[in-house]
C-alpha cells in the first residue's frame, strides 16, 4: 500500500508515520520539493521498514533544477511548473516539451533523495504522468542511471473501476479512456528491464475512499500483485495552503485504510520486493498489495464480518 505526497504537509507526513507504525502502511512516494520534505526525509531514513520512491513533480511544484535548464517545463509567468495537467498537456502533445529535460529533472529530484540518504525503492510521478510514452521513457532512463528498477503502473484494471461504483462518471470516463495507453506502459517497462505491479487500485476513488470503498476493493481483487493509491493525511496549515482538492478527505482516508489490517489473505509488501528474485517469486501465486497480496482460494473477507462506513 503507498501513500502519494510524502513531504507535502506536515499532516501528511504524519498520517504515513501512523499507518506504517499500526503495520498497514508499505510504501510512500517522496516529493524532493515540497515544504515539509525535510521532515518526511528525516523520518523515511528513522523508518527503514518503510518503502520510499521519488514522487517525481513536474507540473504544480518547484524544479529541483535551474529553470534556464529546463526550460520546456517551466510557465514563464510564475517561474515555476505549469500549474495544471491540462496546461502540461497540452504542451507535451505539441511536441514542447523535451524529453532530455524531462530526464534531467526527473533525475536532478531523484538525486537530491539520494544525497540525504534515502534508499529508493521505485519511482512513480505526481499526476500519474508517466502513463505517457513521452515522460515515461525520460523518467525509466533516470530512474536507472540512479540504480532504480521499479516503477509504478498508473493503469487502474477493470474489475476495480467496475467496484468504485460511487465515482463522478466523467472522472470514470477519463480514466477508462487513458488505458489506451497501458499496453504501451507495458511494452516500454518490460523492454526496460522493470519491474511494476499488475495495476493501480483506487485511483478512480482519489477523494472519496471510505471504509465501504476499502471493503469493495479487496473483496472483487483478484490473485495478483496491485498498488492501492493512497493519500492520507491530516488537514493542517500547510495542507490547506498547497494547491491541492484532497483536504478533509484525506482524513477519512486515513482512518479507512486502518481496516486493511482486518482482512485475511492479504500480503502487503513494497516495491522493494519487486526486485529481489526470492521475494517475487513467493509472490507468484498471491494477491499482493504494494502492496496488495490475497492468497488464492483464501477469501479476503474481514475478520469481524460485514464492514460498514462509521
Known amino acids: 500500500m503507498n501513500a502519494d505526497d510524502f513531504g507535502l504537509a506536515p499532516g501528511v507526513n504524519r498520517a504515513i508515520l501512523e499507518l506504517h507504525a499500526a503495520e498497514v502502511l508499505t510504501s510512500a512516494t517522496l516529493?524532493?520539493?515540497a515544504p515539509a520534505t525535510e521532515e518526511a526525509v528525516k523520518m523515511a531514513i528513522a523508518m527503514p521498514t518503510l518503502g520510499v520512491g521519488c514522487h517525481i513533480?513536474?507540473?504544480?511544484?518547484?524544479?529541483?533544477?535551474?529553470?534556464r535548464i529546463i526550460p520546456s517545463l517551466i510557465?514563464?509567468?510564475?517561474?515555476?511548473f505549469y500549474p495544471t495537467l491540462g496546461s502540461f498537456l497540452k504542451r507535451l502533445f505539441t511536441a514542447r516539451i523535451r524529453s532530455a529535460e524531462v530526464e534531467a529533472e526527473a533525475a536532478a529530484q531523484i538525486a537530491l533523495l539520494q544525497s540525504f540518504g534515502v534508499r529508493l525503492t521505485h519511482v512513480d510521478t505526481h499526476k500519474h504522468m508517466h502513463m505517457f510514452p513521452g515522460i515515461l521513457r525520460p523518467v525509466l532512463r533516470a530512474a536507472k542511471a540512479a540504480g532504480i528498477h521499479a516503477i509504478r503502473n498508473p493503469f487502474e484494471p477493470i474489475w476495480s473501476l467496475n467496484a468504485t461504483t460511487d465515482a463522478?462518471?466523467?472522472?470514470?470516463?477519463?480514466i477508462v479512456l487513458l488505458r489506451r495507453f497501458e499496453s504501451r506502459f507495458r511494452r516500454i517497462v518490460?523492454?526496460?528491464g522493470f519491474e511494476t505491479t499488475d495495476g493501480a487500485v483506487g485511483v478512480l476513488a482519489t477523494g472519496s475512499v471510505k471504509i465501504a470503498t476499502?471493503?469493495?476493493?479487496?473483496?472483487?481483487m483478484p490473485e495478483g500483485t496491485f498498488e492501492l493509491v493512497s493519500h492520507p493525511g491530516y488537514r493542517d496549515e500547510q495542507l490547506t495552503r498547497a494547491n491541492t482538492r484532497l483536504l478533509e478527505s484525506r482524513e477519512i482516508e486515513r482512518n479507512a485504510l486502518m481496516a486493511i489490517k482486518d482482512y485475511r489473505g492479504i500480503d502487503l509488501i513494497s516495491?522493494?520486493?519487486l526486485c529481489r528474485p526470492a521475494d517475487r517469486n513467493s509472490l507468484d501465486k498471491t494477491t499482493a498489495i504494494t502492496g496488495f497480496a490475497s492468497t488464492p482460494g483464501t477469501e479476503t473477507s474481514n475478520q469481524s464480518g460485514d464492514i460498514s462506513e462509521p
Do not use: C, N, S, Y
Open 271 to 273: 516495491f522493494g520486493a
Open 57 to 67: 513533480v513536474l507540473l504544480d511544484g518547484t524544479p529541483a533544477l535551474d529553470r
Open 190 to 192: 518490460k523492454e526496460e
Open 31 to 33: 516529493m524532493a520539493q
Open 75 to 80: 510557465d514563464r509567468v510564475t517561474g515555476h
Open 214 to 220: 476499502v471493503h469493495a476493493l479487496i473483496t472483487a
Open 168 to 174: 463522478p462518471e466523467m472522472r470514470r470516463a477519463e
